[in-house]
């Protein structure tokens, strides 16, 4: 399902995305996606403690930016400049392994796990000038002042949705401190793609 998907996006349509987005929607939970130079892909589930997945699921926060944007032309941006950017892609990739062990620890993960989106943040918007603008970093200053650890905008950048990572005694001052944007509830979906009408 991930490949068809990729498939469409990439070859029928000429867009440019990524791939991780259509492997983590096929198999859903929390997985990393390793991409192989042959074109193969492993899927390999994260041994995460449950106490934490629950702590860090109660501590995320998903706000709608009101910001659209052409999702292709900022990775096309962003893939322009990945020559360029070898340092931020490595210490990217190495973050991987990180929020992984951060899951499988028996402490707290929250404010290790919000910390390390917020790296992760810092270097994704160095990859191009349009991942982000005033009115994004605007709304991501205003949730790291109310008490958010750290956050990132989803996808390519430039608008969309922004997810922080919150503590919960310092929710509410984040809600009111973007209560101009549409707050969204979610929950951590492990089943994946699934068949819902036949």
């Known amino acids: 399902l991930a490949e068809h998907a990729i498939?469409?996006?990439?070859t029928l349509m000429n867009e440019n995305v990524?791939?991780?987005?259509?492997?983590?929607?096929a198999y859903?939970?929390?997985?990393?996606v390793e991409f192989k130079q042959d074109g193969a892909t492993n899927i390999?589930?994260?041994?995460?403690?449950?106490?934490?997945?629950?702590?860090?699921?109660?501590?995320?926060?998903?706000?709608?930016?009101?910001?659209?944007?052409?999702a292709s032309e900022i990775a096309g941006e962003q893939i322009k400049?990945?020559?360029?950017r070898k340092s931020e892609l490595t210490q990217m990739h190495q973050m991987v392994e990180e929020a992984a062990k951060i899951l499988d620890r028996a402490a707290d993960p929250v404010e290790e796990f919000g910390k390390l989106l917020h790296e992760s943040w810092m270097l994704k918007r160095s990859l191009a000038g349009s991942v982000t603008n005033s009115e994004i970093d605007d709304v991501y200053e205003l949730g790291r002042n109310a008490g958010a650890f750290g956050g990132k905008l989803l996808g390519a950048g430039g608008g969309g949705f922004i997810l922080f990572v919150v503590p919960k005694d310092r929710q509410a001052a984040v809600k009111e401190a973007l209560k101009d944007l549409v707050y969204v509830n979610f929950k951590f979906d492990?089943?994946?793609?699934?068949?819902?009408?036949?």
Request: aromatic residues 12%.
């Open 7 to 10: 498939h469409i996006e990439q």
């Open 18 to 25: 990524g791939c991780q987005d259509q492997f983590t929607t």
């Open 28 to 32: 859903g939970g929390f997985n990393i």
């Open 44 to 70: 390999s589930p994260v041994i995460a403690n449950p106490v934490n997945l629950q702590s860090l699921q109660s501590s995320m926060m998903l706000f709608y930016t009101g910001v659209s944007r052409f």
């Open 81 to 84: 400049n990945f020559g360029n």
């Open 190 to 198: 492990t089943d994946g793609s699934k068949v819902i009408v036949f």
